[in-house]
């Protein structure tokens, strides 16, 4: 079978038991770190998941050394799982600790409270290598993710518990968008905005831990950031933002494991990551709210109105024009002839855009502090903006003022 073929095998759940929980798990936590992470972008905690992920290091270690301390083998998934959670817990609030009963900012508190643990993860993960008893062997995958060899018992502990922090960010998505949009009304409207904040930090830390088997606890941080970094390019609105950042984290998730398993030889966390990362990309470019094509189009369009209204004004003035751009564009948009000549329908227009620069001085003349003006930008019709009353008793005041003149 071709690469193609084997992706599609994987896609549509059919390359084995394993390989179909894996990518179930890893939509399932996608899903909620998606939604997780919309909340901690809006509420601009972004660097806090990131000491929460490497909080989890020394927890692995010490789970390890636990576990065969009591005579296991150290590698039994979920007691790893409760061991991360409860030592990036403890990091979790050490930062808010720090924060609140000291000077530093939390960016400082962040980074102090990440080179730490981080740092006391390496030293255990060193010392578990010289260790005679226990299996070390693929440990070192909670670093980038590790699904190759994956039990099934551990595949299915992630989808559950993908599913169950998804539901968790479903329950709670109305009082964290209250906090994460504004916390001083939420505030006013009987959220605790400190549990509230909690509340958030403990979803990232749950979907950390869950996730570092399959992205690793160096990965899991994009997979929290990078799809509401991508849902805010195509939407404004809080609601449609937290659905689309979890729709695009569970396709990540789903398709990098899908990929995953086709090559067997790619890593399962960084290809989840490269898919995140190409919904980024496809955002930056083609969103029609704020991708770079839309901008570029719209300032293109935007230059073409204002050659246009200068290249309309110079010709109801009998003035010359001179920009070349600004004679291409009367000339395709009917206004002139080649030989620069205003058209009838040129001359139309011209008369109407110097109306209208005297209607608009007419406005800021008689109307000074009016909301309207805020709304004009030069190149707006004026139809678009005042009523047809309006404009007939500018156009008196502008009869008036050249009678008395």
């Known amino acids: 079978m071709t690469f193609i073929e084997y992706f599609i095998t994987a896609l549509t759940l059919q390359a084995g038991y394993n390989s179909a929980l894996v990518a179930i798990g890893a939509g399932l936590l996608g899903l909620a770190a998606g939604g997780a992470g919309a909340f901690i972008f809006l509420r601009k905690r972004a660097l806090v998941s990131d000491a929460i992920s490497h909080a989890t290091l020394p927890g692995v270690g010490l789970a390890f050394i636990v576990m065969v301390a009591f005579g296991g083998d150290g590698r039994w998934l979920p007691g790893l799982i409760i061991g991360s959670a409860i030592s990036s817990a403890i990091g979790l609030l050490c930062v808010e600790w720090i924060t609140r009963q000291t ?18 993860g390496i030293v255990l993960l060193t010392i578990i290598q010289t260790m005679s008893s226990g299996r070390q062997a693929g440990l070192e995958g909670f670093l980038l993710g590790a699904t190759a060899g994956m039990l099934i018992s551990e595949a299915a502990t992630i989808a559950v518990a993908g599913a169950i922090a998804a539901l968790c960010v479903f329950a709670l998505r109305r009082p964290m968008t209250l ?22 930090m403990g979803l990232a830390l749950i979907v950390t831990v869950i996730g570092l088997k399959i992205v690793g606890l160096v990965l899991i941080v994009a997979l929290l950031i990078i799809p509401p970094v991508c849902a805010r390019f195509w939407t404004n609105q809080v609601g449609p933002m937290i659905g689309i950042s979890a729709v695009i984290g569970g396709v990540s998730g789903y398709i990098g494991a899908a990929l995953s398993s086709a090559a067997s030889s790619l890593p399962t966390g960084p290809i989840i990551v490269l898919v995140a990362f190409g919904f980024f990309v496809l955002s930056l470019l083609f969103s029609p709210l704020r991708g770079a094509l839309a901008s570029a189009l719209r300032h293109w369009r935007f230059q073409r109105r204002v050659h246009r209204r200068q290249g309309l004004l110079a010709l109801a003035r009998n003035e010359p024009i001179y920009d070349g ?10 206004l002139i ?23 608009w001085g007419a406005v800021r003349r008689l109307f000074p502090d009016d909301s309207v003006l805020d709304r004009y930008d030069g190149l707006t019709p004026i139809e678009d903006v005042m009523t047809r009353d309006q404009i007939a008793d500018i156009d008196r005041s502008l009869c008036e003022r050249e009678g008395m003149a």
Do not use: C, H, P, W
């Open 103 to 120: 000077r530093l900012s939390e960016d400082a508190a962040i980074g102090a409270v990440l080179s730490v643990f981080f740092g006391l």
């Open 179 to 200: 906090v994460a949009f504004d916390a001083e009304y939420a505030a006013t409207t009987g959220i605790n905005v400190r549990l509230t904040d909690l509340a958030m």
């Open 325 to 334: 751009l600004t004679l291409r564009i009367l000339r395709q948009s009917g």
């Open 337 to 359: 002839r080649r030989d620069n000549v205003a058209t009838l329908r040129g001359r139309a227009a011209a008369e109407k855009s110097l109306r209208d620069e005297a209607r």
